[in-house]
T-cell receptor
Framework: DQQVKQNSPSLSVQEGRISILNCDYTNSMFDYFLWYKKYPAEGPTFLIS?????DKNEDGRFTVFLNKSAKHLSLHIVPSQPGDSAVYFC?????????????FGTGTQLKVEL | AAGVIQSPRHLIKEKRETATLKCYPIPRHDTVYWYQQGPGQDPQFLISFYEKMQSDKGSIPDRFSAQQFSDYHSELNMSSLELGDSALYFC??????????????FGPGTRLTVL
C-alpha cells in the first residue's frame, strides 16, 4: 500500500523554466512533508519542508505548496538549472514521539536540459 | 558542516553471513533512523532510536537488530543474509527528538551486495 505517490517517474524541462513535481498521499495522520533530492550513489539531500498546518513554504528557488483537502503537494523550482537534474523524493512524516519515521514516494527523475 | 557518516560504503557478503553497518550522526543529533532502499524502490523505514532507546520500528526483519550507543552512533546488525537483503542502507539523524522541526539528514548510504 503506497501511502505516498509520485505518479510521474520522470520530468524533463528546459533550463530557466519552471519545474513542477507532484506528490499525493493517503494518510491524513502525516504532519510534516519534506522534499529530498538524490544523486546516484549518494544519500538523499534535504531541500525543503512544510508543516501540515501551512499551505506554502518558500526557500530561494524552491517553493512547496500543500493542498491538505486534496492530499496533494507540489514542489516548484524556478528557474530550473542543469544542476537540479536528480531524483526528487517526496516524504511524509508520521509523528511517533521521540522519532518520526518518513514514508517516501517512489521518486521523480528530473532532467533539466540546456 | 559535518554530515552523517556511514561505514562501510560498500560491502559484499555471501548468503547466510553476517554484516554490521555503522552510522555516525551529525554532532549533537540525538535521533538516528535506518532506511533500506532496494533497486528501483523508494527508501523504506526500518528502525529508529532516540536517546539510545528504540523509538519506532518499521519493516525490519527479525534477522536484523540495531542499537544506539552512548556516543549516539548506531549499528545495524544483519544475520543470515539473504539475496533479497542486497540494497542501499541509509542512516539519517535529527536533533528534534520528534519535534515539529525534526528534519532528518541522510548519510551517503552503504551498498550491501549479497552473493
Amino acid at each position: 500500500d503506497q501511502q505516498v505517490k509520485q505518479n510521474s517517474p520522470s520530468l524533463s524541462v528546459q533550463e530557466g523554466r519552471i519545474s513542477i513535481l507532484n506528490c499525493d498521499y493517503t494518510n491524513s495522520m502525516f504532519d510534516y512533508f519534506l522534499w529530498y533530492k538524490k544523486y546516484p550513489a549518494e544519500g538523499p539531500t534535504f531541500l525543503i519542508s512544510i508543516s501540515s498546518i501551512k499551505d506554502k513554504n518558500e526557500d530561494g528557488r524552491f517553493t512547496v505548496f500543500l493542498n491538505k483537502s486534496a492530499k496533494h503537494l507540489s514542489l516548484h523550482i524556478v528557474p530550473s538549472q542543469p544542476g537540479d537534474s536528480a531524483v526528487y523524493f517526496c516524504a511524509a512524516r508520521t509523528p511517533t514521539g521521540g522519532g518520526n519515521k518518513l514514508t517516501f514516494g517512489t521518486g521523480t527523475q528530473l532532467k533539466v536540459e540546456l | 558542516a559535518a554530515g552523517v557518516i556511514q561505514s562501510p560504503r560498500h560491502l559484499i557478503k555471501e548468503k547466510r553471513e553476517t554484516a554490521t553497518l555503522k552510522c555516525y550522526p551529525i554532532p549533537r543529533h540525538d535521533t538516528v533512523y535506518w532506511y533500506q532502499q532496494g533497486p528501483g524502490q523508494d527508501p523504506q523505514f526500518l528502525i529508529s532510536f532516540y536517546e539510545k532507546m528504540q523509538s519506532d520500528k518499521g519493516s525490519i526483519p527479525d534477522r536484523f537488530s540495531a542499537q544506539q550507543f552512548s556516543d549516539y552512533h548506531s549499528e545495524l546488525n544483519m544475520s543470515s543474509l539473504e539475496l533479497g537483503d542486497s540494497a542501499l542502507y541509509f542512516c539519517a539523524s535529527s536533533s528534534g527528538g520528534g519535534g515539529v522541526s525534526d528534519t532528518q539528514y541522510f548519510g551517503p548510504g552503504t551498498r550491501l551486495t549479497v552473493l
